[in-house]
């Protein structure tokens, strides 16, 4: 009777401990991606409203990033696609491991393609940008080498903080989406910061 009991109960907890392993794996592919391991623009999507709400209502900061890889189709055409998930990949690692260095206020996503958010709880956007800037100049130390060759990887950005009269998130994201686009139209290799951009090299 014992051995039967016993045997009952490492059979459920083989099957829990597999149910809790598909769980986990149903959130990985739901909110992370999967080439990076990183959040993903439905992770994303699924906090931005809270985000908001929260940030808007007791009126204290919170900055969205919004970069993309300047011209990184020449990549997977020059090199291959299997060189342009390299590129991404190192891209997310030298983001992730940069802000664990620097701060514990950023959360970042990919958000498609090549382009990726990042949210800033509790900083300005002028605390950003020297963030971002510095990362961007460290990652000129590290390039990425690709069969012996270093690979010239740059980035255009967008920083807008949320504002007062922020009426819904979209609004604040819409706005992080041209400064973006300011940045690329300026030259790539740019960082627009509330309608001012300047060049990473300065």
Do not use: C
């Amino acid at each position: 009777m014992f051995s039967a009991y016993m045997w009952f109960i490492h059979w459920l907890v083989k099957r829990l401990t597999a149910f809790i392993d598909h769980l986990v794996h149903l959130d990985q592919q739901a909110n992370y991606d999967e080439l990076t391991g990183i959040r993903n623009r439905a992770n994303f999507d699924s906090i931005s409203a809270s985000v908001f709400d929260f940030y808007q209502t007791r009126q204290l900061p919170v900055t969205v990033v919004m970069f993309d890889i300047d011209h990184f189709k020449q990549f997977n055409d020059q090199y291959g696609h299997l060189t342009g998930d390299q590129v991404l990949k190192h891209i997310t690692h030298l983001f992730e491991q940069r802000l664990l260095k620097v701060t514990s206020h950023g959360q970042l996503f990919r958000y498609g393609g090549e382009e990726f958010v990042i949210l800033f709880r509790g900083l300005t956007a002028s605390d950003v940008q020297k963030i971002m800037v510095s990362i961007v100049q460290y990652g000129r130390q590290t390039p990425l080498v690709v069969d012996g060759q270093s690979l010239n990887i740059t980035v255009s950005m967008g920083i807008t903080a949320l504002q007062p009269t922020d009426p819904d998130f979209n609004t604040w994201l819409n706005r992080v989406d041209k400064a973006l686009y300011q940045a690329k139209q300026q030259g790539r290799n740019r960082v627009t910061t509330e309608k001012t951009t300047q060049t990473f090299d300065d």
